[in-house]
């Protein structure tokens, strides 16, 4: 079986705005399409973070430091 490239790439960024655009831009990266973010990125009480609906319609939230 021949990879033919990423199936899925995560990336650490200090400021997401910026790096959409230079991977968009420069590298023709696309962000997932369909995909329900209620709350953007934002500062929280345990450090950054960020919900979406996942699959099954559940709300799913994402913690960073």
């Known amino acids: 079986m021949a990879v ?3 199936d899925f790439v995560a ?3 200090r400021d997401l705005d910026r ?3 230079f991977y968009e831009a420069r590298l023709g990266l ?5 995909v329900t ?3 953007p990125p934002s500062d929280g009480p ?3 973070m960020f919900s979406f609906v996942g ?3 559940y709300l799913l939230t994402i ?3």
């Open 46 to 48: 345990f450090g950054r």
């Open 55 to 57: 699959p099954d319609g």
């Open 11 to 13: 990336l650490q960024v």
């Open 37 to 39: 973010i209620p709350q």
């Open 30 to 34: 696309r962000r997932a399409a369909g």
């Open 4 to 6: 033919t490239g990423p």
């Open 19 to 21: 790096a959409a655009r």
């Open 63 to 65: 913690h960073g430091r």
